[in-house]
């Protein structure tokens, strides 16, 4: 009863308040509960199945490419944060300090880590001797934390789920192809698996991470026009490597700094899912990353034979999908509105009619269609459409951003398309931060990255006229 | 050359310095490296890849037998671990405390996760109302934090990685159920994966996890004759949900409090693995656990075609077990200490003359036998060969605990075999913690279990004389 009553309420719609939407469908499609410490988050059962579902192909990947995965602790002493004069300053303001150990206060206060660069060099300081220990190529699984203000589950939370890929190479050519190379990884994956287009690009001087000598990015674009950053991989060149003093002795003999990397994706990333494909009825999720991609739902289940079926047909599928059947005293039309809210991909209906003419009806989540499909079938057509929906859904996308980016040459259309359309906006950019400092004062936009593939828009920078040869993409981000 | 010259020095043998042999082998089998905060190390690629099999077996066992994986906040707020009296007393002396987050001091100061019965009290609060809403059977895999003051690596860190299991249930019999159903799968685990035999039983009052009305262990004899506590499944009675009130309304339409247990298992098991099966050369692994169950080491590889059939079987066998190549031009004699230290179940060892004869040697880690196999049978003999050594390394195991256990009537005699016979001591107890105190105190031993199989030593406590019907294992112990 109580269960029943929970699924009539609705959640807010999109155009009324995109975020309430936003975390309407976190709440009631149970990815997370809210906890008494402030940006911390349980992360349930559901949302964590497509976490472990996203890790799972990207540790695959990395694994194929050579990486290995390792362990670093937790926490980061003062002094060792210290080391990388950008870094601290990037970092320090936002770590969360341990100063106690039981009773005893501690000699050194210790953070936690926001991102483990600086574990990693202190380790391949004591691992790197020679060119033959090079390169490495290693990555972990944990959360990091960091003590931000605003807080919005998956989007921006105090501790947050990630992997964090660290590589260290004897050259600096090695090692700009690996940053490359991995953000490639991160921009297949999202388009192959989470049906999101993604636009490729290094991040500007002034949007670069603490301590980068370059920041590779990949940009979506959400529903309401936002910007998301998905994934991002930095070059360090030898920085981190001076800092902490890493040297190896070459072929040649001699004493050298190497080159170092590192890149990272998280739980954001299902919050990019949720906002990408979600609508009015609830989340909406790509089959690759679904955690069920087909639910069974009897209908007319207290009829001789119809359960029965319908298990047997479960089983029958379990062999090509993910399926799960609902044999719970809901009604059918809960269900449907528990499943849609949930975003499984496929609802299979089995009922008395159905049995007689050897057939049921599929549902698709995304666009409501209705097919009805021979029992003989099953094995064939539930891959075949589940492929159709994972394809739909990311040309739907791309549809999408392409009727929401835009270009503008001067600073009035600008300045126009930003208090007006939602969206991307390419422009021209002539490099210096004062242009992008006045375009994120006066048209509230910020830099999301020069893409890799540049197109010509004006001979002359959209802030201050001068020659400009770099097309950037702008816009409003979370 | 560096490397050549690591691997002359030899490690120090177990005779010699148990202790001293461990820290040896962790290091050099290059399954940690330390870091500059104490208890804290890094897990290295083949330490963590050991850690992933394990994870990956236990998963799999967990969800077949229905649990989900979530994942809780690392931060507790000490008002929220200050709930259950007696889980606070046995925690509180031995957390990490965040008092600062950025530049501000926290209002409330947090601690790091020692374990998570809290949190996943807070949250079972939120979402469970209903009869229909239990049982939960979560799980989550994360690291968790204890300020030891002694630290050894895996077997007691300040951070160590592990899974806890968290359950919730309408009823007292079926928490009950489930305590002993996950302890079970723990022993199972250690005994078909790990070769490692194990005693199933509870723990007196005295060892008690802090909060549990039952803590249900399962211990291991590690070739010093010490004993290792390998996991542990606690059964809580409603004694959190009441702390935390905790309250569901039953089918019979009143209000009740649900029963929970907890359950856990860590990295420690690495080190059980280590001190269970390792020798005076090395890492000795299982091969249902080891990362590499094959390496492949050619001979002459200068000789043409040496190489390439090397390569050939490798590919080859790929398809029947997880093996590896070692074409580096380090010496064969090097390779083969080497993998020896990395306790890699198998060596292929592939030469002209073996190509010549159709054949190859293949040669055991655990007792160093040699095999002359054709090539034409290596896809159905490593396999073979592989289970022989798992079940090799289970005899063996089990062979030594049967030798270093002991049964002791009287009090003179239970000192006599602590004194002077590492292992395992049987003897009767009247149940007082009197008792146990005592041969702590007089013996040195402490009490392990009282296991489920039960034998008939003697009529009186070997402590006091009086009247016992209770058998319990004592030991020094991790």
């Not at 072929?251 to 739980?267: C, I, V």
């Not at 259309?413 to 390419?426: V, Y």
């Amino acid at each position: 009863m109580a269960q029943q009553k929970k699924m009539v309420e609705e959640i807010t719609s999109m155009e009324e308040d995109f975020a309430k939407w936003y975390t309407d469908v976190v709440k009631k499609a149970e990815l997370i509960e809210y906890t008494s410490v402030k940006g911390c988050m349980v992360i349930r059962p559901y949302g964590y199945a497509i976490w472990e579902n996203i890790q799972k192909e990207l540790d695959r990947e990395f694994k194929a490419l050579g990486h290995e995965n390792v362990c670093m602790p937790m926490f980061i002493p003062e002094s060792l944060l210290n080391k990388e004069k950008d870094h601290v300053e990037g970092f320090a303001p936002e770590v969360a300090w341990v100063t106690y150990g039981g009773n005893e206060k501690l000699e050194e206060r210790l953070c936690v880590r926001p991102t483990s660069e600086t574990l990693f060099c202190e380790h391949y300081k004591a691992i790197v001797q020679s060119y033959r220990d090079l390169p490495k190529l290693y990555n972990q699984w944990v959360s990091v934390v960091r003590w931000e203000k605003t807080t919005r589950p998956f989007l921006r939370s105090r501790e947050f789920l990630w992997q964090e890929g660290h590589t260290i190479h004897a050259t600096a050519e090695e090692a700009r192809e690996e940053t490359v190379r991995m953000l490639n990884v991160y921009a297949d994956f999202c388009e192959n698996y989470l049906a999101m287009p993604v636009v490729k690009g290094v991040k500007t001087e002034k949007e670069r991470f603490a301590g980068a000598e370059d920041t590779y990015t990949i940009e979506a674009l959400m529903h309401d026009g936002k910007a998301l950053q998905s994934a991002t991989s930095h070059y360090f060149g030898d920085g981190f490597a001076r800092a902490f003093d890493i040297q190896f002795t070459d072929k040649d003999n001699k004493l050298k700094y190497p080159f170092q990397t590192s890149w990272g994706s998280t739980t954001r990333l299902i919050g990019a899912i949720i906002m990408t494909h979600g609508d009015n009825n609830g989340l909406v999720l790509p089959p690759k990353i679904a955690p069920t991609q087909v639910v069974v739902i009897p209908v007319a289940a207290h009829k001789a034979g119809v359960l029965e079926k319908a298990q047997e047909l479960t089983d029958r599928i379990s062999k090509v999908c993910r399926v799960k059947i609902d044999t719970s005293d809901n009604s059918p039309g809960w269900k449907f509105a528990e499943y849609e809210m949930k975003g499984v991909p496929l609802r299979l209906e089995i009922g008395p009619k159905d049995i007689e003419n050897n057939q049921c009806v599929l549902v698709r989540r995304d666009n409501r269609e209705k097919y009805f499909v021979s029992l003989d079938d099953l094995e064939t057509e539930i891959p075949k459409l589940l492929d159709t929906v994972q394809k739909g859904l990311y040309e739907a996308a791309l549809a999408r951003r392409a009727n929401m980016t835009y270009s503008a040459a001067s600073l009035d259309e600008l300045k126009d398309i930003a208090d007006n359309k939602p969206g991307f906006i390419k422009a021209m950019w002539c490099g210096s931060r004062e242009c992008e400092e006045k375009l994120k004062e006066y048209a509230g936009v910020s830099s999301r990255c020069i893409p890799f593939e540049q197109e010509h828009i004006a001979d002359t920078c959209v802030c201050c006229g001068k020659p400009a040869d770099k097309m950037l993409y702008w816009g409003k981000a979370y």
